[in-house]
C-alpha cells in the first residue's frame, strides 16, 4: 500500500453543481500534494464520507473500476468527499431511465466484463444503493460510484446472509434461470472463481491494507473500528454467503 492512497485536498475553485442525485454532488478543482485535479465531491454525512473512502479504498485494491476518492476541504475547513473526475454521464442520464430491470439496463450490465467481481463486492459491504444513477458510462466502460449508504451496522451483522436486493447480482445470475447440465456447470464454474475472489479479500485483510488506510483518514469519528470490524468479520462469512445465493437448494455447495 502506499501512502497516498488516501489524497486529502482542498477546494480551490468555484463549484458547479450536478443536477443527478440527492446529494447536491458538484464538480470543482481540488488541489492535493501542489497538484491540481478535476473533481466530483458532495457533502454527506460524517459516517458516509468514511464508508465511501473506505469501499473506494478496497474496491481499487480488488481491480474494480471505482474513480481514486479524495477527502476534501472546502475554504470554511468542513470535510466533503470527492472523486477523480472521469468524466462522464451515469447510465440514468444516458438512458433516462431509473428502473435496474429496465432492458437496456440489463443488456449493458450482463455483458460488463467487471460484473461478477462488482456483485460480489456489494454483497460483501451490503450495498442496496446500486441503480442506473450510480454506474457511470460513457458507451464502453463502466464505473461505479456512491457507496455512502452500505455498510448500514445497525441493520446488518457481519453474518447477514438473508436475501436483499443486490441489483447487479441479480443481473448475474439472470443466465442460469434453466437448471440444464451446462447451467450447473457454469454454478459450479462461478463459485470457483468466487473462491479467488474470496482468497483476494482474505489477502487483503491479512496484510491490514484497510486497516492502515482507515488509520490515515484524518476524521475523527466512533465507527471507525466498527466498519474494520464489520469488514474483517464478514470476509469470514462472505464465501458461504454467496455460494448459497449461487445454489439455493444446496447449502452445502462445495467447489470443484
Known sequence: MTDNMVKVGRIIS???PIEDGIN????????????EYPVVAKYIKGIEILKELICAILGRLINLPIPEPILL?????VFCFGSLDVGYPNLYHRLNIQDPYYIEFHSIIKNWSALESASFFDEFIINPDRHSGNLLYNGKDIAMIDHGLSMQLDKFKPDYDEDWNNILFNH?????TELSCEHKLDKIALCNRLTIWCEEIEEINNNNLIAKAIN??????????ELLYFLTSRSEFIQKIINNRINPNQMDFVNV
Open 216 to 225: 490515515k483518514i484524518p476524521i475523527a469519528h466512533k465507527s471507525k473500528n
Open 73 to 77: 476541504l472546502d475554504q470554511n475547513d
Open 172 to 176: 448475474l445470475l439472470c443466465k442460469f
Open 14 to 16: 468555484d463549484s458547479e
Open 24 to 35: 447536491n454532488s458538484f464538480r470543482c478543482i481540488a488541489c492535493c500534494d501542489n497538484e
